[in-house]
């Protein structure tokens, strides 16, 4: 005859590097296990260039000899280790630990990392920061146009930084002016914004009045609270039709 047991707990080990990852319902959660690190502590600027260590730590020496996978993944930019790059990479964790580069992409947004291990999967958030351009260089497709009120000149502002580029989706302001004696006074010939794409560059066009003059255009990025960082400006003229037109660029 069997004499009676009391209540029995059955703990099963992590086993990790196999794929499988069982745990006791009651035992350690993850980050009691697991511990990721982003070193950036400000976030980083959306140049495509800025870039942060990313660190995964087993906690507890059981796990350090068995040197387990390790898959991290990104929601923007690119990681990258020995093991390889992209938004998703898998190393192992020498030691039980695991490091790899994150670099950023040009999107500002807050950015979740992850790493997993079998079941077990921790994960932390860091900022893309909008990185703003430091100079402006506007060209137009010919200086001059006929003042007929139907021609057209091209204007395109390219976007730069000396370290990586702007963030993708910068405004850009377009604007006319008359200028005398110094004294600049906007008219209504072009009043127009365009984001910024992949390319760096926006675009507008400003179509030709009646009225033989000159004008000064200019393209100009300003910082949320409305200050300009960038500008720069150049002429254009509306001639007679019978005079020559397109020159210059």
Do not use: H, W, Y
């Not at 938004?87 to 040009?106: C, D, N």
């Not at 146009?145 to 021609?151: E, F, I, P, T």
């Amino acid at each position: 005859m069997l004499r009676g047991r009391g209540p029995r707990t059955l703990t099963l080990a992590l086993a990790f590097g196999i794929g499988a990852c069982i745990a006791d319902p009651a035992g350690p959660s993850s980050d009691q296990i697991m511990k990721l690190t982003i070193s950036t502590t400000d976030g980083l600027l959306a140049d495509g260039e800025s870039f942060t260590t990313v660190t995964v730590e087993f906690l507890g020496d059981e796990f350090a000899p068995s040197n387990p996978s390790v898959s991290l993944t990104t929601s923007s930019g690119e990681l990258q280790s020995g093991a390889g790059k992209g938004t998703t990479i898998t190393t192992k964790a020498a030691g039980g630990v695991a490091t790899a580069e994150l670099r950023s992409g040009r999107t500002p947004s807050l950015v979740v990392v992850r790493a997993s291990s079998g079941d077990i999967g921790v994960s932390d958030t860091v900022s893309f920061k909008r990185a703003a351009p430091e100079t402006v260089v506007l060209t137009t497709a010919g200086t001059s146009a006929a003042a007929d009120g139907n021609a057209a000149i091209q204007l395109t502002a390219e976007l730069r930084r000396e370290v990586g580029d702007p963030s993708v989706g910068q405004t850009v302001t377009f604007r006319a002016f008359v200028e005398d004696a110094g004294i600049r006074t906007e008219v209504s010939e072009l009043r127009a914004t365009a984001l910024s794409g992949d390319d760096n560059k926006a675009t507008a066009s400003m179509r030709s009045n009646t009225v033989r003059e000159a004008l000064l255009v200019t393209a100009e990025v300003t910082d949320p609270d409305g200050a300009v960082i960038s500008s720069e400006a150049v002429e254009v003229r509306f001639v007679d039709e019978s005079s020559e037109v397109g020159e210059g660029g």
